[in-house]
């Protein structure tokens, strides 16, 4: 299996543009997750889906930020407009179910909005 | 909700011991957790311990819980360069966080030659 995949792996954007991030995650999983990863905050959850539907999207920063799991096969988180305090790692993650403790992360998608 | 505390770095010499600390909040978390992400990478889940154990082996890697205490404890023995990385220890968050990991920090390791 190739393991999540994410693209792009680096996106650099201006302020207000919109963005795009993108997750596929490994065959058979049920549960995805979108963390972000600050130097600041550390790693911190943004939302979750078990099988395709959202579970918890508290951690979502504001209304800029959305995330929709279509099928099982693919994810998208989008900001619209981005802001330079949106840079950041992204990383998408998923697991088996949703209580199963083995989260297989992707490499990540590096955002830098100027 | 849970709370993951460690300390943000740990410098090492190559062939010592280490060992990364990390306390936290929710005595109710069923499992704990140790990822290693290196530079440029997403995190890997390197090994966890289920809240009934006291102390979980695998090869390099020795996994201590207190419970008592709410501390865990990552030793790494004979440290390599290779083990250079960002340790994150994690608990399974419940009530609205089931199925959540909660994540510390993160500890940095150096090892030196």
């Known amino acids: 299996d190739a393991g999540v995949i994410q693209s792009p792996r680096h996106e650099v954007t201006e302020m207000g543009q919109e963005v795009t991030l993108r997750c596929k995650p490994i065959s058979g999983h049920n549960s995805l997750f979108w963390y972000r990863q600050t130097m600041m905050r550390g790693l911190e959850l943004l939302i979750y889906?078990?099988?395709?539907?959202?579970?918890?999207d508290s951690g979502m920063p504001e209304d800029r930020f959305s995330a929709k799991m279509p099928n099982a096969s693919f994810s998208t988180l989008k900001i619209q407009p981005s802001e330079p305090r949106d840079s950041a790692v992204y990383f998408c993650a998923s697991s088996l179910q949703r209580d199963n403790h083995e989260q297989y992360f992707g490499p990540g998608t590096r955002l830098t909005v100027t | 909700g849970e709370d993951v505390e460690q300390s943000l770095f740990l410098s090492v010499r190559e062939g010592d011991s280490s060992v990364i600390n990390c306390t936290y909040t929710d005595s109710s978390s069923t499992y704990l957790y140790w990822y290693k992400q290196e530079p440029g990478a997403g995190l890997q889940l390197l090994t966890y311990i289920f809240s009934n154990m006291d102390m979980k082996q695998d090869q390099r890697l020795t996994v201590l819980l207190n419970k008592k205490d709410k501390h865990l404890s990552l030793r790494i023995a004979d440290t390599q360069t290779g083990d250079s990385a960002i340790y994150f220890c994690?608990?399974?968050?419940?009530?609205?966080?089931?199925?959540?990991?909660?994540f510390g920090k993160g500890t940095k390791l150096s090892v030196k030659p």
């Open positions: 889906f078990n099988n395709n539907v959202p579970i918890d």
């Open positions: 994690a608990g399974l968050g419940h009530g609205g966080s089931q199925g959540n990991l909660i």
